[in-house]
């Protein structure tokens, strides 16, 4: 789950105190093992993505956040507010929701689509078939670096993508809704494995997908 806590914020019996903690985030253990997504995603891949690239957007928040003096209660808070914030924080914020979102939404082998999810995709998009080639096309389609989404907004689903480490909480995206997948299609997420065939890493990633945790961020 999202590791949105307020790691020095909590504890402490004098409010003046507390209030002047600052507001820092920390990353998750992944769910399972680097090298559990073999052979879909390398143990290379993982290991730099999950202990460089994220704990890089995790680092470079906590200090964007101090430099700034900015408190807020919540990482969504951050990402809902972001068109008034200094473009570090909507770069570091969208980087750490997103990846900590992608490890829970990946497991080994990936798992069964509950009735909740199939029959939501079902009314949406037609067919699970139907629906994972649009996401498929969405994700290939994504010029440069960004996330493939499948979102919930007004009861309904929908798929788009966002540029960068944006994503659908934030107050500047075209697409809005609570996400519920999400796809990395950054260069360092397949590059090492796949080089430029992103569409093999999209392919195979299907492999991986948790429902279960589809499920979960439904309303
Ligand atoms: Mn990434």
Known sequence: MLSSCADGA????????????PLTFSQAILPYAVGALEPNIDAMTMEIHYGKHHAGYVKNLN????????????????????????????????????????WNVMTPGGNEVPGKVSEAINASFGSMDAFKEEFSKTAKGRFGSGWAWLVEADGKLMIGSTPNQDNPLMDVSELKGTPLLGLDVWEHAYYLKYQNLRGDYV???????????????MS
């Open 63 to 102: 200090n964007a956040l101090a430099e700034n003096n900015i408190n807020a209660a919540s990482v969504e808070e951050l990402l809902a507010n972001v068109s008034n914030l200094p473009v570090a924080i909507r770069n570091n914020a969208g980087g750490h929701y997103n990846h900590d979102l992608f």
């Open 203 to 217: 392919k195979n990633w299907w492999n991986l997908v948790n429902y279960d945790q589809v499920a979960a961020r």
């Open 10 to 21: 909590g504890g402490g019996e004098n409010e003046e105190m507390v209030k002047q903690v």
